[in-house]
């Protein structure tokens, strides 16, 4: 189906189908935006405060069980990582080079 009869299809179902479709959009994006970019995104919409509201601290939420599953997945997965025969692999081919730097200056008093 092109883009012109997908947008043709939307608009014969109405207005609340395409607020439906980008708040559930804005749902899905909101996972990877900041709080700030939420709130403007969401007062460009135009939506009723309540909504705007509520979307908001659903984001919140939803945000935080995204990224809690997301720290336990990865948590499961490095916990079956031998990291000492990764890194000794690691280090088999290649090297390794360290510079450092060191300075000492007198505080000023005052």
Not at 18 to 34: D, N, S, Y
Not at 64 to 86: C, Q, W
């Amino acid at each position: 189906m092109t883009e012109e009869n997908n947008s043709e299809k939307n608009e014969s179902k109405g207005p609340l189908a395409g607020i439906v479709r980008e708040l559930a959009l804005t749902g899905l994006a909101t996972v990877f935006m900041t709080e700030d970019s939420v709130r403007k995104y969401l007062k460009e919409l135009k939506l009723p405060k309540e909504l705007a509201g509520y979307l908001l601290e659903s984001a919140s939420k939803k945000k935080d069980d995204f990224y809690g599953l997301l720290a336990k997945e990865v948590g499961r997965v490095v916990s079956k990582v031998d990291v000492e025969k990764a890194v000794g692999k690691f280090l088999e081919g290649h090297e390794v080079k360290v510079t450092a730097s060191f300075s000492f200056t007198p505080k000023k008093k005052g």
